[in-house]
């Protein structure tokens, strides 16, 4: 008798992904819905999903939720978890949503230490409408409204999300990290395990940013944009975490 081993966790909808060939969010996905079917809070969990490519999560995640204007995630999930304490609440956004017109939302989120967990995935680059510059766009980087490469006197520099919210004083968890190795991913998981556990305890605010790849509109292959990632985000967003305010959970 074969026994499985590894299996579609209960917390993904039978269906196949819709994202483009070597796009990250797949992983990404995977690790969140094991990390909720392992906490076994299926059945109480409530997501928010964002505008952009990452909205597509209300497709695949076996849960209730909803879909919140382009950039307010935050205030949504802080409006249902007030209003059902119960209740696991997050947010599954991308760096066009939440680092551009979500950038309010998400600091202030998390200076009131609301008890909510963020999954942040920043590609650097406005995936679903065109390949625009993002705010996490890196210096010199192409993109479809940076055709010459993004220039800091013209367009700013890239805004580092996590850097700055590790200055706000209601964040319990704040973490960085990858999924473009196998190691990596292992870490990514335990990122996120603890972001939701921090919120079963009741301890505040979580957010783990993943480092992703969009080969579509970085324009190389899914083996060339890890590499790219490897040798340019992960210079320009180092790994790593920035607040633990709790230490060992287990």
């Known amino acids: 008798m074969i026994e499985a081993t590894y299996k579609r966790p209960e917390s993904l909808a039978k269906r196949e992904f819709s994202y483009c060939p070597g796009c990250h969010h797949g992983i990404i996905h995977r690790l969140?819905?094991?990390?909720?079917?392992?906490?076994?809070?299926r059945e109480k969990t409530l997501m928010v999903a964002p505008v952009g490519c990452s909205v597509f999560?209300?497709?695949?995640?076996?849960v209730d939720g909803t879909v919140a204007p382009h950039g307010r995630a935050p205030a949504v999930a802080t409006g249902m978890k007030r209003s059902l304490s119960d209740r696991v609440v997050f947010t599954y956004q991308g760096d066009g949503d939440l680092a551009a017109i979500g950038t309010a939302e998400i600091i202030h989120a998390a200076n009131r230490g609301e008890k909510i967990t963020t999954i942040f995935v920043n590609n650097a680059i406005?995936?679903?409408t065109g390949g625009?510059?993002?705010?996490?766009t890196l210096l010199g980087m192409k993109t479809t409204t940076s055709p010459y490469g993004r220039k800091?006197?013209?367009?700013?520099?890239?805004?580092?999300?996590?850097?700055?919210?590790?200055?706000?004083?209601?964040?319990?968890?704040?973490?960085?990290?990858?999924?473009?190795?196998p190691q990596e991913v292992r870490k990514a998981k335990a990122a996120i395990k603890k972001?939701?556990?921090?919120?079963?305890?009741?301890?505040?605010?979580?957010?783990?940013?993943?480092l992703s790849t969009c080969p579509t509109n970085w324009g190389l292959s899914p083996v060339e944009s890890i590499k790219w990632l490897n040798e340019n985000m992960k210079k320009e967003y180092p790994l790593g975490v920035f607040v633990d305010k709790v230490g060992d959970l287990k």
């Open 132 to 136: 625009q510059m993002a705010p996490t």
């Open 57 to 62: 999560a209300y497709e695949f995640f076996d």
């Open 195 to 210: 972001a939701f556990t921090v919120q079963l305890r009741g301890l505040g605010f979580a957010m783990v940013e993943v």
């Open 32 to 41: 969140v819905a094991e990390t909720i079917d392992e906490l076994n809070i």
């Open 126 to 128: 406005y995936g679903m």
């Open 152 to 181: 800091s006197e013209t367009e700013g520099f890239p805004l580092h999300v996590s850097e700055l919210l590790k200055e706000t004083a209601g964040i319990i968890y704040l973490e960085r990290v990858a999924v473009s190795s």
